[in-house]
């Protein structure tokens, strides 16, 4: 299963208590504190979830991999680095802004946020032209986009949200 854990619970805090620094203990300061308590306890995963499978009961995540980093006949195609690479810098406002929208409710904030990163790596799939496929593959296919044949492996792409 490829996967992607939210990083920056740090940046979070440090954000977070710049803003409380010097003010009362009041609803903010009450947040912070229940979004630590609880965000050690919890993770998300991202990507190709377990049982997600092809009609012929091939696993999604063993695709996305052969994907992600080639085989001996297809090149490297690395949408899941490069959504990583794109986007991980944002994930910590990403969640302190659905933690705002949320009313401090972090398991609504984390689905929140596992959307749009979902979203994310969805749109690098669609996205993603280079390496191009070869003739003979665009000639069997139809059509010249890597990564999407039928629209199965694109359409799996989940999350869940994980308690220790």
């Known amino acids: 299963m490829a996967k992607t854990a939210i990083k920056g619970m740090a940046r979070l805090q440090a954000t977070l208590n710049g803003k409380v620094q010097g003010m009362q203990k009041n609803w903010m300061a009450r947040l912070l504190e ?22 012929d009961g091939t696993p999604v995540a063993a695709v996305a991999y052969w994907n992600e980093f080639g085989t001996s006949r297809s090149p490297s195609r690395p ?13 910590p406002k990403l969640l302190a802004a659905c933690l705002k929208q949320s009313g401090g409710d972090l398991e609504k904030a984390l689905d929140m946020a596992s959307e749009r990163i979902v979203a994310q790596i969805q749109e690098e799939i669609r996205t993603l032209q280079s390496p191009p496929l070869a003739a003979s593959t665009i000639k069997a296919k139809g059509f010249d986009k890597p990564l999407i044949d039928t629209g199965h492996m694109l359409n799996s792409v989940g999350y869940e949200v994980v308690s220790d």
């Open 34 to 55: 229940r979004v630590l308590r609880r965000g050690a306890q919890m993770h998300l995963n991202a990507g190709f979830l377990e049982g997600a499978t092809y009609p």
């Open 79 to 91: 949408f899941m680095r490069q959504t990583i690479a794109k986007n991980q810098d944002q994930w």
